[in-house]
């Protein structure tokens, strides 16, 4: 955060040494509204405008619906927390919504500056590969993603172009040994732990329903598995 007075620094400082994470947490919240969340380094970026003509809300380009949701991001090494945010998942792109007094600006953070954010239930990571992935379940020694996309529509009536959004399949990402690596058939999996080629064949054998209609479900299990 950028300058404040050196009592209220010290204040800060004493405090989240020797308070929990829920009053961290509040603390956080508190100072940032104090400062101005525009003061901070959450406010480098640019200004966000609405590109697409909408019909119907909701259909939209965004991971949950065309709100703001609270969330929390990690941006430029620093944590902000409540901050007013959506995902736009065509685009992909973090848009973030700064209350100073009397004004309220929405702004797109620059997105390798973005280490972690999370909306709800939800968290993300950025990668120069993939861009923002979604943390699904963490193992011992890799951890798996998903790639959350919709593709765009580009509708004319007469002289009236709207667009419509179509959720696209989602991609998974493995992250193992330092590097990412979709996987989407049994084929990856083997390649991925050629040791285990006998577990991963059988679960696929087994676990056909999964497969077609819960392949989310389907990756954690075999995960599971497969680190046990």
Do not use: W
């Amino acid at each position: 955060m950028k300058r404040i007075s050196s009592v209220l620094f010290v204040l800060l400082l004493c405090y989240t040494v020797n308070s929990q994470n829920s009053d961290r947490l509040s603390l956080y919240e508190n100072f940032d509204q104090l400062v101005g969340v525009k003061n901070t380094a959450l406010s480098y970026g640019t200004i966000y405008y609405e590109k697409y003509r909408k019909k119907n809300k909701s259909n939209h380009n965004f991971l949950l619906d065309g709100s703001f949701k609270k969330g929390e991001i990690t941006y430029r090494n620093q944590s902000f927390y409540a901050i007013d945010m959506k995902y736009d998942i065509v685009d992909d792109f973090l848009v973030i919504r700064i209350k100073d007094q009397d004004e309220i600006i929405s702004i797109i953070p620059e997105r390798n500056l973005i280490q972690h954010f999370k909306i709800e239930q939800f968290n993300f990571k950025y990668t120069e590969e993939f861009g923002f992935l979604e943390e699904i379940k963490t193992a011992e020694k890799f951890i798996l993603f998903k790639k959350n996309q919709k593709d765009v529509i580009y509708n004319k009536e007469q002289d009236y172009l709207h667009h419509e959004f179509k959720k696209k399949k989602d991609i998974y990402i493995l992250y193992l040994n330092n590097k990412y690596y979709t996987i989407s058939s049994k084929k990856d999996f083997i390649k991925l732990f050629p040791n285990q080629k006998k577990t991963i064949t059988k679960f696929y054998k087994s676990n056909k329903f999964n497969l077609k209609n819960d392949f989310k479900n389907f990756v954690v299990k075999l995960i599971n598995q497969l680190q046990s």
